[in-house]
């Protein structure tokens, strides 16, 4: 069973920066595509991020490009989410997502249900 730890969130003011990081029990984790999604509340959970197995892919969604940078090191089976500029609109729970179903492949899915598993979420809050 494949086990993600998500840490790093917490209460920021606006225009400040967090690293969310996402931490996975399993040793082949540099085989599994990972991406982070997060869920507001009140709405639906969408995509953020995500990258291939090897790091060389990565997506983003509308609103983050260039604020956030999504890296991965496979020595320390962890992913993780640079977020700069934080906004109010960030204020979420974030969660990340692997499956290794897509190993060699050279683009990260984008859509969660393509991810069979999931962290338990860290909240994100950013006050103006």
């Known amino acids: 069973q494949v086990q993600l730890v998500e840490s790093g969130g917490g209460l920021v003011q606006a225009g400040v920066s967090l690293r969310l990081s996402c931490a996975a029990s399993?040793?082949?984790?540099?085989?599994?595509?990972v991406g982070w999604f997060r869920q507001a509340p009140g709405k639906e959970r969408e995509f953020v991020a995500a990258?291939?197995?090897?790091?060389?892919?990565?997506d983003y969604v509308g609103n983050v490009k260039g604020r956030f940078t999504i890296s991965r090191d496979n020595a320390k089976n962890t992913v993780y989410l640079q977020m700069n500029s934080l906004k109010p609109e960030d204020t979420a729970v974030y969660y990340c997502?692997?499956?290794?179903?897509?190993?060699?492949?050279?683009?990260?899915?984008?859509?969660?249900?393509?991810?069979?598993?999931w962290g338990q979420g860290t909240q994100v809050t950013v006050s103006s």
């Open positions: 997502a692997a499956n290794p179903a897509y190993y060699t492949q050279t683009n990260p899915p984008t859509n969660g249900a393509m991810y069979n598993y």
């Open positions: 399993v040793r082949t984790f540099a085989r599994y595509a």
């Open positions: 990258t291939s197995w090897s790091g060389g892919n990565t």
